[in-house]
């Protein structure tokens, strides 16, 4: 017995393999800190944030749960009910106890511990609150890191523009370039830049994906969306149940943006996305999108006429080198 004491204690290491891996251990030790047999915590959002610590089953499927956690969202208030919800060890939860996500502006949600074979006291309402405030404060933390990562992409997406704006040679590979980063770095799934022809038709020029698109010039005048996007120079929003074929069929939901030069229309470009909804500050960085591309495509446009020119002009030099040739000498030998 002492030689046991006296050794260094051996502390097995666990695998971390994923973020459900870090927040099992995380819920773990704010159970054993509460006296809870399990405890897990949902946070608000397009796709609901949801970690456990020996919670098997949805809790929101037990009604007496669902009720608790209604009540808590629309109260803020901390509730206690009977349950009977079976955990992850096999026992058999007789009391939940519901308590809001609090401490943040970032992070809304709730939290709920679980006991079995005992109830919660008046006091574990405090004790509750207080582990919530800390759920909320490393959710809020993780939160701000996807956001600045998120920051930190759209800012080399820029500037990776830019440098196209700058650089880049032809239009067409200009824009493939634009579409892979458009999709890549802002999230979107569907990326299309549609060009107005000297016919004032729009020509899709670049799309991603591509598919089997059945339309690849068309008349604005012929959906209301790009006509209002093109005559009123302002982002569309465009929902499911409003989408055309022009498209991908599994799209969501749609922005249109103006592209413009100056008072001259040059098109439109496509954003849309097949799972999540857009965000209102999404439409307001579509917008700043288009007035970026807009000036890339003016610019590369540019270029190619420039480039045209000279090579016109390179052409017509030995044509009249030519006629100089079979002219008499103008001197004698």
Sequence with gaps: MASRLLTTPVVARRRIASEADEWSIRLAALAALGQYDALTFLVDGPARTRYAHNVVDDLLGDAATRTAFEETRRTGSTVQTQTAIRLADDRIASAAMVAPLVATEEVSGVLIALRAGRSFAAADALTASGISELVALEVAREVLSERDEKHRR???????????????????????????????????????????????????????????????????????ALAEALHQRRVVRIGQGALRSWVPAETRELFVVPLADGARNLGVLVLGRAHQRYEDADEELAGVLGRFIARLISRAAGRDREDERRTQVVVAEPEADREWAEEPQLTPN
């Design 154 to 224: 759209q800012a080399f997406a820029f500037y990776e523009l830019s440098r196209l704006a700058l650089f880049g040679e032809r239009i067409s590979d200009i824009l493939k370039d634009v579409t892979t980063l458009v999709t890549s770095a802002f999230e979107n799934d569907v990326a299309q830049i549609w060009l107005l022809a000297a016919d004032d038709v729009l020509e899709l020029h670049t799309a991603h994906p591509h598919g089997e698109l059945h339309f690849e010039r068309m008349l604005p005048s012929e959906h209301d």
